[in-house]
T-cell receptor
Framework: AQSVTQPDIHITVSEGASLELRCNYS??????LFWYVQSPGQGLQLLLK??????LVQGIKGFEAEFKRSQSSFNLRKPSVHWSDAAEYFC???????????FGKGTRLSVIA | ETGVTQTPRHLVMGMTNKKSLKCEQH?????MYWYKQSAKKPLELMFV???????ENNSVPSRFSPECPNSSHLFLHLHTLQPEDSALYLC??????????FGPGTRLTVL
């Protein structure tokens, strides 16, 4: 069965520190992988996606993610966190065609001064 | 951010009311989705429409009735809801590349 695991429910980092949010997936087919961000009371905004090719993908707002097939992981990173990055982050996996995405439960990021 | 719009943004209704949520996408996509997001629960897929045809109904109670008159519009008709139906309802759309673009959501409160 397809599943996405985000092991960290809540992470707190200091402004300016580096960030890594973990995502592990289980998917039968070749996965398409996504990271979304959600600010309180808002919809989900696409940060980045991986379909194929270079396993290190760049996204908006200075985020990047690395696909590691051997570890079934797609971790999100940012070298220097800003206070405005505080939000909920969702990892998702899908496949070719209009198949529904499978979402993780999300990781809430808090940023302290 | 204006690719997918949802109205209203907030809705308060009684359990005997009938209301509708509207979603419109301006991206030329052929698939549209309804999700429910409750506090402390994962995102739940409710319905999927491809080319106006419903292709997925994720065991959603009949008090939620979707309608997709064309590829750009999606409605969720609500009637005799329960307080536990209070949640953020998110609409999304996609083209065949599977990247889903989300609207801002409708915050629904059922009294």
């Amino acid at each position: 069965a397809q599943s996405v695991t985000q092991p960290d429910i809540h992470i707190t980092v200091s402004e300016g520190a580096s960030l890594e949010l973990r995502c592990n997936y289980s998917y039968g087919a070749t996965p398409y992988l996504f990271w979304y961000v959600q600010s309180p009371g808002q919809g989900l905004q696409l940060l980045l996606k991986y379909f194929s090719g270079d396993t290190l993908v760049q996204g908006i707002k200075g985020f990047e993610a690395e696909f590691k097939r051997s570890q079934s992981s797609f971790n999100l990173r940012k070298p220097s966190v800003h206070w405005s990055d505080a939000a909920e982050y969702f990892c998702a996996v899908g496949a070719r065609g209009n198949t529904p995405l499978v979402f993780g439960k999300g990781t809430r990021l808090s940023v302290i001064a | 951010e204006t690719g997918v719009t949802q109205t209203p943004r907030h809705l308060v209704m009684g359990m005997t009311n009938k209301k509708s949520l509207k979603c419109e996408q301006h991206l030329g996509h052929n698939a549209m989705y309804w999700y429910k997001q409750s506090a402390k629960k994962p995102l739940e897929l409710m319905f999927v429409y491809n080319f106006k045809e419903q292709t997925e109904n994720n065991s959603v109670p009949s008090r939620f009735s979707p309608e997709c008159p064309n590829s750009s519009h999606l409605f969720l008709h609500l009637h005799t809801l329960q307080p536990e139906d209070s949640a953020l309802y998110l609409c999304a759309s996609s083209q065949t590349t599977d990247t889903q673009y989300f609207g801002p959501g409708t915050r629904l409160t059922v009294l």
